[in-house]
């Protein structure tokens, strides 16, 4: 059974740091583009940062850009976020997502097929 298992959330405050990981089992993703998506109070999901399969094309939502960083872990089959100059409007639940089956990175829901449970992340002003 293919899962994805995100962890590293909490309570920042403004101007903080955060690392969430997102470990998958089930089957090896190193074929896979892998991505964050986030869900805040109220609002629809929306594209974070993707990374393609070799991990050599990235690219960011404009409100994370700068910020965060996405990358991936071959040999340990999970990808990280690391978010800095955390903002209370990042406060939301994030989400690890992976296409199945492509190599290319999007910032298309729909084009992903696995998803995880969601790490919830808060920041305090």
């Known amino acids: 059974q293919v899962e994805l298992v995100e962890s590293g959330g909490g309570l920042v405050q403004a101007g903080g740091s955060l690392r969430l990981s997102c470990a998958a089992s089930g089957r090896t993703f190193s074929n896979d583009a892998m991505a964050w998506f986030r869900q805040g109070p109220g609002k629809e999901r929306e594209f974070v940062a993707a990374?393609?399969?070799?991990?050599?094309?990235?690219s960011y939502a404009d409100s994370v850009k700068g910020r965060f960083t996405i990358s991936r872990d071959m040999a340990k089959n999970t990808v990280y976020l690391q978010m800095n100059s955390l903002k209370p409007e990042d406060t939301a639940i994030y989400y690890c997502?992976?296409?199945?089956?492509?190599?290319?990175?999007?910032?298309?829901?729909?084009?992903?097929?696995?998803w995880g449970q969601g790490t919830r992340v808060t920041v305090s002003s």
């Open positions: 997502a992976a296409r199945g089956g492509s190599r290319l990175a999007s910032s298309n829901t729909f084009q992903y097929r696995y």
């Open positions: 990374i393609a399969w070799s991990g050599g094309y990235t």
